[in-house]
């Protein structure tokens, strides 16, 4: 009988628990976490932290579904190592857990800014269902909040403000939001979107220290030119760190995160690794990547586990991966790897719609979609069959993409 262990019950740990039961019925299976409840929906979270949804629907499992699976499920349990050669996973209580095969899902942790007071009360970072309540509780009570970090998760802080009523400054380091992926144009919908919900964005700002009261709780973030935001709750999303701590001197293959094949396989045997975590091989893109969203980490997930239950190589990792946001009276859709690409066309339709596309060789390898959604499906549908479509960009930019008025698609 196979022994599995799973470190992370994120989404990719779990979907890959639920794989495994259903490919091996009669395997062990373990899966051990740090947080101290089974798999929640972590893009839900922020609707938490914003007062819009109460905390029963967030919870995807409970304690029973791995009982019913027969899965063993360690909660609060942090692993500190793994010994490689033993097939042994080494656990915060001085206890070992043996494995035949291992799915490293362990994600990251936000990092936090390297500046004074960082740690204060009222300070937040975001990434649990924990730090949502939390977050949630420090928002109802406050009055002003500053939001630091440009990208995808620094926009939840700011709909939190919207929503809780405070008022908050969004401390950029650029001219603009999202500057790796978004154009002055596009980002300026994201501006007038964060203006509407009381959020004042503020650009080439950032935080040099944060100011505290006697009791430790923030009042001030000071940007680098000595500009004063009062603040009783500040939001920092500045990237995350990946778990790998637990992995140096493993032998174990990393470049900011784990290097897996496309079949989510490590370079050491039997280990495998899923969801954020992973530098996989994106065979759409022909190069290594990173994807941090929920869909791309379940898919891996999914496939790490039919692979390890297979035995061999049986399924490689290819998806599309989307994020989007919510939160503004227009939707926000980013596909692919956005940031990448050698050129990119974009266009603006309206004072909520704008689009834009990145190529790499000629192949679409990422956008982003604002106002308008509907071209996605086509974009999605051109990135898996690889069709070199750059010089035909104006169609691809029309309002309403039509497919057929490309030229057909060549032999690669
Ligand atoms: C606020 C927020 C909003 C988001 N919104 C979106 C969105 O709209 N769309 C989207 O696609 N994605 C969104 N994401 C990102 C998405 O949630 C992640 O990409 C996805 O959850 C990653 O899943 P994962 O399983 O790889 O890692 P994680 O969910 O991070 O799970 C890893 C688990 O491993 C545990 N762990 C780590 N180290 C150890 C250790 N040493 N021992 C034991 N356990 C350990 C961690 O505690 C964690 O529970 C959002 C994320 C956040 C935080």
Aim: negative net charge; proline residues 3%.
């Amino acid at each position: 009988m196979t022994e599995y262990v799973i470190i992370g019950d994120g989404i990719s740990g779990s979907s890959a628990a639920e794989t495994l039961r259903e490919e091996d019925p009669d395997s062990d299976i373990t899966v051990i976490t740090d947080e101290g409840e089974p798999l929640y929906n972590r893009i839900l979270i922020k609707e938490h932290a914003k007062g819009k949804l109460p905390e029963a629907p967030i919870s995807i499992h409970d304690e029973d579904w791995y009982d019913e699976r027969d899965i063993d499920l360690s909660l609060n349990t942090h692993v500190t190592t793994i010994d490689p050669d033993e097939k042994i996973v080494h656990i915060h209580e001085d206890e070992n857990i043996s494995y035949d095969k291992l799915l490293i899902a362990t994600g990251g942790t936000p990092t936090q800014l390297p500046v004074q007071n960082s740690d204060a009360e009222g300070v937040h970072h975001f990434w649990t269902f924990q730090d949502a309540r939390a977050i949630k509780e420090s928002a109802e009570s406050a009055d002003d909040a500053v939001v630091v970090g440009a990208g995808l998760l620094g926009i939840d802080f700011a709909a939190v403000c919207g929503a809780q009523g405070v008022s908050g400054k969004y401390l950029m380091r650029g001219d603009r939001w999202w500057r790796y992926a978004l154009s002055a144009d596009g980002a300026e919908i994201m501006h007038n979107g964060m203006r509407d919900v009381g959020v004042e964005p503020v650009f080439d700002s950032g935080v040099d220290h944060f100011e505290t009261d006697d009791d430790g709780q923030v009042t001030a973030a000071v940007d680098p030119s000595g500009e004063r935001y009062e603040c009783d709750f500040a939001g920092v999303a500045i990237g995350l760190t990946f778990n790998t701590e637990f992995l140096y001197e493993t032998g174990l293959e990393m470049d900011n995160g784990i290097v897996v094949d496309e079949y989510m396989e490590t370079n050491l045997e039997d280990v495998y690794a899923a969801g954020d975590i992973t530098r996989f091989y994106d065979v759409l893109l022909g190069d290594q990547a990173q994807n941090g969203s929920w869909g791309s980490a379940k898919e891996q997930g999914r496939v790490a586990a039919t692979n390890m239950a297979a035995d061999e190589q049986e399924e490689e990792f290819q998806w599309v991966s989307s994020y989007s946001i919510t939160h503004f009276d227009f939707p926000f859709l980013s596909f692919g790897h956005p940031t990448l690409g050698d050129e990119h066309a974009e266009r603006r339709y309206s004072d909520t719609e704008w689009r834009r596309v990145a190529f790499k060789d000629g192949k679409i390898v990422g956008g982003v979609l604002i106002g308008d959604l509907s071209p996605q499906s086509t974009f999605k549908q051109l990135m898996r069959e690889q069709r070199k479509v750059a010089d035909q960009a104006e169609i691809l930019l029309e309002q309403s993409v039509d497919i057929d008025k490309l030229a057909p698609a060549q032999e690669q």
